[in-house]
């Protein structure tokens, strides 16, 4: 038997780290080498005397790995390796010392301990140092030995991998997997908790990362900031297809009248994917308060053409503006639904001669219909009939079109004079005051109509 002591070089340690950031470290290498080494799952247990075990099956510890370096084979390794930058095996022995946990670590190259030595050559300066018995053992792969890890250190380590919790995968993406929340969304890095994000939609196990986030990634690994991984939550969002992650999306458009949307969609990229779905799924159409404000005869439209009117922020709309100005995916916004209203109508006219008898009688009485509401024959605006009006939906009776002009009155009208005259008065309030449909403005007409048609009933 040959026993060495290497030098750690280390005299302090990271005070936040706890007993199960430390186990994380050494879990973390156990499933790192279960990956490389292709072998069987890792294995923790807890003995009689109540030590804790975690042991891998692959290649097994050596001494040159407890030296601080960038691990190549795991910089060059695919995705799914955890550790990438040779501090977190030091750190969590550092710690496991410092919270008085002894450590055993066996090996098909020896087993080794840890103990508190003068540094070489400075007998003023005592660091950690590894006991190092190079003695061939028995054993498959790497085994840590932990006496005096509780049953709550282990389980606050387990909970920090995706691997050990009940988190269901909705979907698998390029980037990464989007989870089904539980009580609060977290975002995993390779399977590690990064950090608790309670307003998310989702968790994500971000599985691809950019040589950015290599770069942010600290030793702490846990609490990492938003801007560490928000551009690849929203990549995953971006490139998921799934009807589960879909349906909670849209759903998500919908809550932000209650002031209960997530904070994903808090980002415009999401928010217009979202708003996508929705349009390619539902019967909906997208307008802005100031819209739905300004312009409720469109509105009125909207809703009787049976469209769901959905609220959105002039940020949205305008990026909606710009992905249909760039020929992206159609929208229903309220310009585009004014442009389909419009090109909707498709007239065939009637002339005068081709009515019959009673039409003919109906449609005669049209001056002296106006004039009870002190319209005079010479500001009589053209009257056509036709035997259609819109292509879309047929419950459009009657139309002030302005760029004819003339009111156009459905044929079917002239069935009644209670009909007609009711559809007349109608379109001839908007041909001749310029007020629109579902305004104040137009209620004022209206409800001067009554006032001089009624005068007029009881004047005869």
Same mark, same amino acid.
């Given at each position: ?21 430390? #186990? ?5 290498? =156990? ?16 003995? !009689?005397?109540?030590?804790?075990? #975690? ?20 910089? $060059? ?12 095996? /030091?750190? =969590? ?13 066996? $090996? ?16 003023? #300066? ?49 980037? !990464? ?12 890095? $390779?399977?590690?908790?990064?950090? %608790? ?11 691809? *990362?950019?040589? =950015?986030?290599?770069?942010? *990634? ?24 799934? $009807?589960?992650?879909?349906? *909670?999306? #849209? ?9 209960? @949307?997530?904070? %994903?969609?808090?980002?415009? %990229?999401?928010? @217009? /994917? ?44 305008? /990026? ?14 309220? %310009? ?87 559809? *007349?008065?109608?379109? =001839? ?32």
């Amino acid at each position: 038997m040959s026993t060495r002591s290497f030098d750690l070089n280390i005299e302090e340690v990271l005070e936040n780290w706890e007993v199960e950031h430390a #186990i994380r470290e050494i879990i973390a290498n =156990a499933l790192d080498e279960e990956v490389i080494s292709r072998t069987a799952e890792i294995e923790i247990s807890k003995d !009689g005397a109540g030590d804790w075990h #975690i042991r891998d099956f692959g290649r097994g510890l050596q001494i040159d790995h407890f030296t601080l370096n960038e691990n190549q084979e795991k910089l $060059s390794a695919p995705t799914g390796i955890i550790g990438k930058f040779g501090v977190g095996l /030091k750190d =969590a022995l550092a710690t496991f010392h410092r919270r008085g946990i002894d450590v055993h670590i066996r $090996s098909s190259f020896g087993t080794y301990g840890l103990r508190q030595d003068h540094k070489h050559g400075f007998d003023n #300066i005592v660091t950690l140092h590894v006991e190092y018995d190079d003695s061939q053992t028995n054993i498959l792969g790497t085994e840590f030995i932990l006496r005096g890890a509780t049953d709550i250190d282990m389980a606050k380590a387990k909970s920090l991998f995706l691997k050990f919790t009940e988190e269901e995968i909705l979907e698998t993406t390029t980037y !990464g997997q989007i989870l089904h929340r539980q009580q609060g969304g977290r975002v995993y890095i $390779s399977g590690v908790l990064a950090s %608790e994000e309670p307003n998310f939609l989702f968790s994500y196990n971000i599985t691809s *990362l950019t040589d =950015a986030m290599k770069k942010k *990634l600290n030793r702490e690994r846990l609490n990492v900031g938003r801007t560490t991984y928000a551009d690849r939550v929203k990549a995953i969002l971006k490139n998921a297809t799934s $009807s589960s992650v879909e349906e *909670l999306l #849209i759903d998500q458009v919908r809550k932000r009248a209650a002031g209960e @949307q997530c904070d %994903e969609m808090t980002w415009i %990229e999401i928010s @217009q /994917k979202a708003l996508n779905l929705m349009h390619e799924q539902e019967d909906v159409a997208y307008v802005t308060e100031y819209e739905l404000q300004s312009r409720p005869d469109v509105l009125d439209n909207l809703k009787s053409d049976g469209y769901e009117v959905v609220v959105i922020t002039e940020q949205q709309k305008t /990026k909606l503006d710009a992905q249909v100005f760039a020929g992206g995916p159609q929208v229903r916004t309220l %310009e585009t639904y004014v442009q389909e209203y419009n090109t909707s109508f498709e007239y065939k006219f009637v002339d005068y001669s081709n009515l019959t008898s009673e039409e003919r009688r109906i449609y005669d009485l049209t001056p002296s219909i106006l004039a009870l509401v002190g319209i005079a024959v010479k500001r009589i605006p053209p009257i056509r009939i036709s035997e259609t009006m819109r292509v879309t939906t047929d419950n459009t009776e009657g139309v002030w079109d302005s760029s004819i002009p003339a009111i156009v009155i459905k044929r079917s009208k002239l069935a009644s004079l209670l009909g007609y005259a009711a559809t *007349l008065l109608h379109e =001839a309030g908007h041909a001749t005051t310029g007020a629109v449909d579902a305004t104040r403005e137009f209620e004022e007409v209206l409800t001067g109509y009554l006032g001089r048609t009624a005068t007029a009933a009881i004047s005869r």
